[in-house]
C-alpha cells in the first residue's frame, strides 16, 4: 500500500463511522427522567459559577445535609451533599448559591453557623455578616456577605466538621470535627488583616468530666446563661455568662464548659442533636440511639448541674437523628420535630408545669416525608410563608405552618397545624 493511499482510507472510515458514534454518546448522556434533567442543569449552572436563581423545584431533588434559619434577617440557608451551599430570602421559593469555592473534591456540608450585623443600630433590620460552612473535607469554608465570595478556610479537624456554633456576643466561633471542640477567635482585634485565629481546643478529660478519653464529640450547643434568680428566698441567684456551650458524643453524656465544668449521663449511647429553647422555659431537648428523646435543665442556682427532667420513648422507628423546636406558646407549651434515617418526622408537645417546673413529652403524629431519606434537618417556615395550603381552618386550632425537611434526597415541605395535624385533616 501506497503512503498516499493511507489518508483517504482514514476519511473514509471516519465518515462512515463518526455519525453512529456520535449518536451514541449524545444518546447516552440524556437525561432520563424529569429529576435528572433538574439535578443535571443545577450541577451544571453551580460549576459554572453562575449567580442565576434556582427555583424550589430545582432544589427540591438535590441531597440536603444542613438547614439554617437566620431569625433576624430572614435568610435560610441549605447545605448539600454535592458540597453547595444554597442562600433563601424568600422562605425557600427561590434560591442562590454562594459560589467560588474551587476545592476538588467537594464533600457535603454537614453544618452551618452565621454571623449578624445590625443595620444603622437596628437590631430588628439585622443583615447577614459571615457564613460559616463545616464540610466533610475537615474544614470550615467562611463566606463573606459584603464582598460575595469565600475569604478563609479553617482547618483541618481531625474529622467531618459535623456541628458549628457561633457566639454572637464574644465573637467566637466553635466546631466540632471529632474527639474536641476547635475554638476560633473571630473578632480580628489579634490579626493585622481582620482574619479569623484558632485559640484552643476544648478536649473531654477524663479525670475532669468522668467521660473517656476517646469519646468522639458530635453535636453543639450554645445556652443562654444570663439569669437571675426570681426566688429571692434562695438568695442565691446570680448573673451567670451570657454564653454556655454545651456538648455531646457517642457515649451518652452532655456535657457544659464554662467556668464551670459538668457533665451528665442522659442517653444510652451515640447522641444525634441538642436544641435548646432560649425563650421562657429554657429547656435542653436531646435524641439519641436509644430511641429516647431527653428533655433536660441547667441549675442555674448551685454548680450548673444538668438535671433530666424528662423523657420520651419513640417505640417502633428508625434511628433518630435531629430535633428541631418549632414553637413555644404563651402557656409554656412547645412543639418539636424528631426526625429518623427513614424520612420520618414525629410531632412532640412538650407541657411544662409552672408550679414544680416537671415537663411531660407526648407523642402528636408521625409521618414519612420520603421513603427511605435520612432526615438530616428541619426548620418552620414563618406563618403566612407562600408554601401554606389553602385549606379550612377550625376554631380549635392556631393555623395551618409549614416545615420545611432537609434530607438525604432533597427538600421537602410539610403542612401542619398546631395543636398538631397534618395537612390531610382540617385545621
Request: hydrophobic share 35%.
Amino acid at each position: 500500500m501506497h503512503s498516499k493511499e493511507i489518508p483517504w482510507i482514514i476519511a473514509c472510515y471516519i465518515l462512515l463511522f463518526l455519525p453512529t458514534t456520535c449518536t451514541c454518546f449524545l444518546h447516552s448522556s440524556l437525561p432520563t427522567t424529569a429529576g435528572e434533567k433538574f439535578r443535571q442543569t443545577f450541577t451544571v449552572l453551580l460549576d459554572a459559577g453562575s449567580t442565576n436563581s434556582f427555583s424550589f423545584a430545582d432544589v427540591a431533588n438535590q441531597g440536603i445535609t444542613s438547614l439554617l434559619k437566620e431569625e433576624k434577617s430572614g435568610t435560610i440557608l441549605a447545605g448539600t451533599k454535592s458540597g453547595e451551599v444554597l442562600q433563601s430570602m424568600d422562605n425557600a421559593m427561590t434560591w442562590t448559591q454562594l459560589s467560588g469555592y474551587n476545592h476538588k473534591p467537594k464533600y457535603p456540608v454537614y453544618s452551618l453557623a452565621v454571623e449578624t450585623k445590625a443595620s444603622n443600630d437596628n437590631d430588628k433590620n439585622s443583615k447577614l455578616g459571615r457564613i460559616f460552612c463545616g464540610r466533610g473535607d475537615r474544614y470550615i469554608s467562611v463566606w463573606d456577605t459584603e464582598i460575595k465570595e469565600y475569604v478563609q478556610r479553617l482547618g483541618p479537624h481531625t474529622g467531618w466538621v459535623q456541628d458549628l456554633a457561633y457566639n454572637e456576643d464574644a465573637q467566637i466561633l466553635y466546631s466540632i470535627g471529632c474527639n474536641c471542640i476547635e475554638v476560633w477567635d473571630c473578632s480580628g482585634r489579634d490579626t493585622s488583616d481582620g482574619s479569623i485565629r484558632h485559640i484552643s481546643k476544648l478536649s473531654v478529660e477524663n479525670s475532669v468530666l468522668a467521660s473517656t478519653l476517646s469519646s468522639d464529640l458530635l453535636r453543639l450547643c450554645l445556652v443562654d446563661g444570663q439569669h437571675v434568680s426570681s426566688d429571692k428566698e434562695r438568695g442565691k441567684g446570680t448573673k451567670a455568662e451570657k454564653k454556655i456551650i454545651m456538648f455531646s458524643g457517642v457515649d451518652g453524656r452532655i456535657h457544659l464548659r464554662s467556668s464551670y465544668r459538668q457533665t451528665s449521663l442522659v442517653h444510652k449511647g451515640r447522641i444525634n442533636a441538642l436544641t435548646y429553647s432560649s425563650m421562657k422555659s429554657q429547656i435542653l431537648f436531646s435524641v439519641g440511639n436509644d430511641g429516647k428523646l431527653c428533655a433536660s435543665r441547667i441549675n442555674f442556682y448551685s454548680s450548673m448541674e444538668i438535671e433530666l427532667l424528662a423523657e420520651l420513648e419513640l417505640k417502633g422507628l428508625p434511628r433518630l437523628t435531629t430535633v428541631t423546636i418549632l414553637e413555644e406558646a404563651d402557656n409554656g407549651e412547645l412543639y418539636l420535630v424528631v426526625g429518623t434515617t427513614e424520612g420520618d418526622i414525629i410531632f412532640v408537645s412538650a407541657k411544662v408545669k409552672s408550679s414544680d417546673n416537671s415537663i411531660t413529652l407526648m407523642e402528636g403524629g408521625t409521618t414519612n416525608v420520603h421513603n427511605g431519606a435520612k432526615i438530616y434537618s428541619a426548620i418552620a417556615l414563618p406563618k403566612g410563608s407562600p408554601f401554606e395550603p389553602n385549606i379550612e381552618m377550625g376554631s380549635s386550632h392556631t393555623g395551618t405552618r409549614v416545615l420545611l425537611v432537609g434530607h438525604a434526597k432533597g427538600l421537602t415541605k410539610q403542612p401542619y397545624c398546631l395543636p398538631f395535624k397534618f395537612q390531610s385533616e382540617l385545621c
